[in-house]
Nanobody, 122 residues
Framework: QVQVVESGGGLVQPGGSLRLSCSASGSIFEISSLAWYRQAPGKQRNLVAA???????NYADSVKGRFTISRGNAMNTVYLQMNSLKPEDTAVYYC????????????????WGKGTLVTVSS
């Protein structure tokens, strides 16, 4: 079993910063990627940023230059540093871990956290 837990959301004023954290734990064999998605009210869930196993990163165009994704020393953790926040960044942010487990080493599956709310408002 795999658990994915996010933290760090909250209320911030426009132009402010927040740092989200995510940790994956459990019977992990290999982590293919760790990523952040977000879902605003009434909208679909979209990719914000991804950290790939080879060290590469991907960002949504809307957050390039403002958000930075990084891995912790323990490679099962990922952070999202969010700067210059805008009201349109308001959403529930979900951590996604693409993992193969000890019990199924040849199969990669998606695991999701429960989400953390980020509200950007004055």
């Amino acid at each position: 079993q795999v658990q994915v837990v996010e933290s760090g959301g909250g209320l911030v004023q426009p132009g402010g910063s927040l740092r989200l954290s995510c940790s994956a734990s459990g019977s992990i064999f290999e982590i293919s990627s760790l990523a952040w998605y977000r879902q605003a009210p009434g909208k679909q869930r979209n990719l914000v940023a991804a950290s790939l196993s080879g060290g590469g990163t991907n960002y949504a165009d809307s957050v390039k230059g403002r958000f930075t994704i990084s891995r912790g020393n323990a490679m099962n953790t990922v952070y999202l540093q969010m700067n210059s926040l805008k009201p349109e960044d308001t959403a529930v942010y979900y951590c996604n871990a693409r993992i193969s487990t000890l019990q199924a080493q040849n199969r990669v599956s998606d695991y999701w956290g429960k989400g953390t709310l980020v509200t950007v408002s004055s």
